[in-house]
């Protein structure tokens, strides 16, 4: 969790990238509003250092005004960008439309809404090195390496000056790989046999889903299970239809 405040204009930005390391970078004093270049502030904890490989499952995160109500104001604004592996992610103009997810949200109204990391390409399914899904380069966002998911920008514009506007908890979870030597790979549970069909009806819903919950994680999963319902009903024609669908209630 951390908390975003703005300027002395009332305007601030961050750039969140999932990572197992949980890294996000912070915007350099040098940009100018809405054009903001990201510096190399990364953050990170420690993580298992026997992880030989590890793969994004689902990630989130979830934002509330902390701003006192009759200074509560100016507008969020949320994009999700599915940048490709060696992109550079220095400058961002935070106000685009031509985003993969677009969300503008009053800074009174943000009380728990949720947004549900979006995949942008296939190469979410695949295990990958730790270090691997690192931004690298110069001012760390420079060659931004991808593995599949979005980054997502969240700014504010016309805010309260010089205060913390907005709370952040990001949440995400994964699959790890111990490496064999490790005393601690004994703990780790066998995989399960890839299962095509769910495999399918998770594509299904990862796909067609909202990405932006205005009214909280409650909402956000009632729709997504409704949506992982639909998808099974889909696959399983008939009787089994309605199976899947009566195992998932």
């Known amino acids: ?16 990238t999932p990572n197992f390391l949980n890294g996000w970078a912070l915007p350099s004093s ?31 995160f979830k934002i509330n005004h902390i701003s006192t109500p009759l200074s509560s104001s100016g507008v969020v604004m949320i994009r999700g960008l599915a940048s490709q592996v060696g992109a550079s992610m220095v400058t961002i103009d935070v106000s685009t439309m031509n985003a993969d997810v677009i969300a503008n949200v009053p800074l ?32 760390g966002v420079s060659v931004y ?39 601690s790979a004994q703990l780790m549970i066998k995989p399960p ?7 399918k009806a998770a594509a299904v819903v990862t796909s067609t889903a909202e990405t932006v919950f205005l009214r909280g994680v409650g909402m956000a999963s009632a729709y997504l299970k409704r949506a992982a319902i639909t998808a099974l009903g889909g696959l399983f024609a008939g009787p089994g239809g309605a199976r899947a669908a009566m195992l998932l209630d």
Do not use: H
């Open 193 to 199: 046999t890839a299962n095509n069909v769910a495999t």
């Open 108 to 139: 009174q109204d943000c009380s728990e809404v949720a947004i549900v990391g979006k995949r942008a390409n296939t190469n979410s399914q695949f295990y990958v090195s730790p270090s691997g899904i690192l931004p690298a380069g110069a001012g």
């Open 1 to 16: 969790m951390f908390t975003i405040s703005t300027s002395a204009s009332g305007q601030a930005a961050y750039l969140l």
């Open 30 to 60: 040098g940009g100018v509003f809405p054009n903001l270049t990201f510096g190399n502030a990364f953050g990170a904890r420690s993580v298992i250092a026997a992880a030989t490989n590890v793969r994004l499952v689902s990630w989130g």
């Open 145 to 183: 390496s991808g593995f599949g998911w979005d980054s997502y920008v969240i700014a504010i514009s016309g805010g309260p000056a010089s205060a913390g506007a907005l709370s952040v908890e990001i949440f995400e979870n994964w699959e790890i790989v111990i490496d064999d030597s490790d005393a």
